[in-house]
């Protein structure tokens, strides 16, 4: 016998709905096994004595964020420069900006956002970033 078949015979008494609810779990706790992937975000700030708490924004479009990661109280290197991981979707093109708390809750406005790619799957060696057009001259003949 199937295993189609047996969950639906196990199921027929309860009913239809009863097969519904037990496929939404299945879908449900499916999905909730996504991959993931670790990123690694570095950041400086002017007046460090006065931030208690970092924020992580995370967002598939840029100024669009859907998650929002509260960040440990990391300690700046010698450099000045701060350093923390978050775990976002394996496949997805993420934007994270990052926002300062000050010790009475306080809040900074957003930091610029940065756009982040999923690691190439062929492990070959990624394409160079993209470079910033700052002005295209026209050519005079």
Do not use: C
């Not at 924020?55 to 300690?75: C, F, H, I, M, N």
């Not at 690691?119 to 003949?141: H, M, N, R, Y």
């Amino acid at each position: 016998m199937s295993l189609r078949r047996r969950v639906f015979d196990h199921f027929k008494p309860f009913g239809l709905a009863a097969l519904w609810v037990a496929t939404l779990g299945v879908a449900m706790v499916s999905a909730g096994a996504a991959h993931a992937r670790t990123e690694t975000i570095r950041w400086t700030h002017p007046e460090t004595g006065r931030v208690a708490n970092w924020e992580a924004y995370v967002g598939t479009l840029p100024g669009v964020y859907d998650r929002v990661v509260q960040l440990a109280s990391p300690q700046p290197d010698g450099d000045g420069v701060f350093e923390s991981s978050i775990e976002v979707a394996d496949g997805a093109v993420v934007f994270i900006a990052l926002r300062a708390i000050g010790e009475s809750g306080e809040q900074s406005l957003l930091s610029n956002a940065r756009e982040r790619f999923p690691a190439d799957p062929s492990g070959s060696q990624a394409a160079p970033a993209a470079p910033e057009l700052l002005q295209i001259i026209p050519v005079t003949q």
